[in-house]
């Protein structure tokens, strides 16, 4: 019998644990790039949205098209944010349903490469996204009436408020049974915090119960942010509060999805 | 004899349910070691908890000495498993699978690439290497997977149901690449409802049934401990199978099954076979055929639960609680 004297406890050299997670992050990148419909829908999909949005309701709700396009292009991009992110659970779901989760977990990587690399990956999407949005935005009409750095902070606060719902999401992820399940619960999370809240109209027009949620709603406060970043509206302490709920979210959830995680491990 | 797989009284419960009752089992190194039993069995736990995915409520296991709680990482590093579903990535190639794995395993980009295509080659996947998985056959899928699992070149490799649902082509297919990893020096545990898979491919069998052991053995030991052998003997002309037969009847004692110019009949006394033949002999009947069959495994398993193997049994066990 071979019985080799090593540490119980061994440990991999950190730098092979990023290495991992930037391999992992890869495999979630290169399918977009392997897969021309997905990578379509990647694309096209936001822009649908702002077509819709802008052009359908636009005339309605602000008088023209272009003043709406300037109120609701800040608030898809804060609102994006929610709909993308919400992926990385259902994929994690995934990979545990199908086996890969398995496979991986049974490979001498570091053991929270699968969680961190599929999150990298989902944020690197996620910010090619988001500069979508406001290039395709700027090509129809959007005005930037704000310095580059202030767009920067902008987008960097979608992102860190990505990143805590993605903890959320990778929470659902391990605990549902299936795809569908993960699916259904995010879509059920999902409407009341990006429909109910000041992404595509002032919370001034809505009844008193909705216009107390909206106003409280975090995505809310983010929209009013990237919209005080990008086009120089009030932007009161919409940053803070943004800032707030994506630590509180992070500080919540990331324990409870490791944990989650750890049970799988 | 060094044992690759060695596990002591292996416990695993989910809930109610005893999925392993305590299991000892050991595989030489360079052998295959055939898990045999139905649904339900605790065939995917024990493999489970041998690949380092799930913990044992009790119980050792050592593989190539490495236990596969406290030094799990050295034991991802020497085995690798292919479960009963391929675990691949649908959206990425053939190609990008096999890569993803090399470069986990720490591979350079260049060994990665070279690795996957040598593997694809092997495994007759080359012309498919750059379409995604999720357009591949379920044959396909299979080999890949295994191609997959074989990137860092384990030394031992646990094939969990790798033939179920497949045709009878890329079964043969899949059992001749199993017989060549093994003639390449590796140690192979195979779990398997099919008894004629574990006939032909194991050097070992573990019988379990309901979380234990319920015999060990060669696939002949298992056949010879179940008793119940059958003479079979065809007379070279075929008139005289009615005089055959009451040769066989009288020194048998029981009337032997003629089938196709063939007659066989259960064998209880080691002497028979050579009595028959001398009394054939004497009346002046040719035989061209006289064999000693072992039972099929599949007897033995009958023989051994009481029940076939591929019957359903309670699949809660591997199905749902093994894979939580």
């Known amino acids: 019998m071979a019985s080799v004297a090593v540490p119980a406890g061994h440990r991999l050299a950190p730098w092979r644990a990023v290495q991992h997670c930037f391999t992992l992050a890869w495999r979630n990148l290169v399918q977009l790039k392997s897969n021309p419909g997905e990578l379509a829908g990647f694309i096209i999909q936001p822009l649908v949205f702002i077509v819709l949005f802008v052009y359908v309701f636009g005339g309605a709700i602000a008088g023209t098209s272009g003043s709406y396009l300037q109120y609701v292009l800040p608030g898809l991009i804060a609102q994006s944010g929610v709909f993308s992110i919400m ?148 932007l009161g302490s919409s940053v803070w509060w943004s800032l707030g709920w994506s630590v509180l979210l992070t500080a919540v959830f990331a324990p409870l999805a490791i944990a989650a995680y750890r049970r799988k491990v | 004899m060094t044992y690759a797989i060695e596990a002591e009284g292996l416990v695993k419960r989910f809930g109610a349910t005893t999925a392993l009752a305590g299991v000892d089992l050991a595989a030489p190194t360079g052998r295959v070691l055939g898990l045999l039993g139905p649904n339900g069995a605790g065939k995917t736990t024990a493999v489970r908890v041998l690949a380092t995915l799930i913990r044992p409520d009790s119980g050792v296991a050592r593989v190539s000495g490495f236990d596969v709680v406290r030094q799990a990482h050295e034991v ?31 591979l350079s980009r260049r060994d990665a690439k070279a690795r996957a295509a040598a593997l694809l080659a092997r495994f007759g996947l080359s012309d498919a290497g750059g379409r995604r998985a999720k357009t591949y056959s379920g044959g396909m899928r299979r080999r890949l997977d295994l191609a997959v699992s074989l990137v860092g070149r384990p030394s031992v490799l646990y094939l969990d149901e790798p033939t179920t649902g497949l045709d009878p082509h890329s079964r043969n297919e899949l059992w001749s690449i199993v ?146």
């Open chain 1, 87 to 234: 992926a990385t659970g259902a994929g994690l779901n995934q990979d545990i349903t199908n086996g890969v989760f398995d496979r991986l977990r049974s490979l001498p990587i570091a053991r929270s490469a699968p969680l961190v690399g599929r999150t990298m990956g989902e944020l690197v999407r996620f910010a090619a996204s988001l500069v979508i949005l406001l290039a395709f935005g700027m090509v129809i009409g959007f005005r930037v009436h704000t310095n580059p750095l202030e767009v920067a902070a902008g987008l960097l606060l979608v992102l860190a408020f990505g990143v805590g719902l993605a903890w959320v999401s990778m929470l659902i992820g391990l605990l549902a049974r299936s795809a569908t399940t993960v699916q259904l619960f995010s879509g059920v999370l999902m409407f009341p915090i990006t429909f109910g809240s000041n992404v595509m109209v002032q919370t001034s027009t809505m009844p008193g119960w909705l216009q107390a949620w909206a106003n409280v709603n975090p995505v809310s406060y983010l929209s009013t942010a990237v919209r005080g970043l990008l086009t120089g509206t009030p």
């Open chain 2, 76 to 106: 991802r590093q020497l085995v690798a498993l292919t479960g009963q579903y391929a675990a691949l990535d649908e959206g990425l190639t053939g190609v990008q699978n096999l890569i993803l794995v090399g470069r986990l395993l720490g």
């Open chain 2, 179 to 324: 017989r060549g990893l093994v003639a390449d020096g590796a140690t192979v545990l195979l779990t398997t409802q099919y008894m004629d898979e574990a006939d032909q491919l194991a050097d070992d069998i573990v019988v379990v049934d309901r979380g234990t052991v319920i015999a060990t053995g060669t696939p002949d030991e298992l056949k010879t401990r179940t008793g119940g052998q059958t003479l079979e003997i065809r007379p070279a002309d075929p008139a005289r199978i009615e005089d055959a037969a009451d040769i066989v009847a009288a020194l048998a004692g029981v009337r032997p099954v003629a089938e196709g110019g063939r007659l066989s009949a259960p064998v209880s006394d080691p002497a028979l076979p050579a009595a028959v033949l001398r009394r054939l002999d004497d009346a002046a009947i040719t035989v061209t055929e006289l064999a000693l069959r072992l039972p099929s495994l599949d007897d033995v398993f009958l023989s051994l639960t009481g029940h076939r193997a591929e019957e359903q049994g309670e699949p809660v066990a591997e199905t749902v609680a093994g894979r939580a």
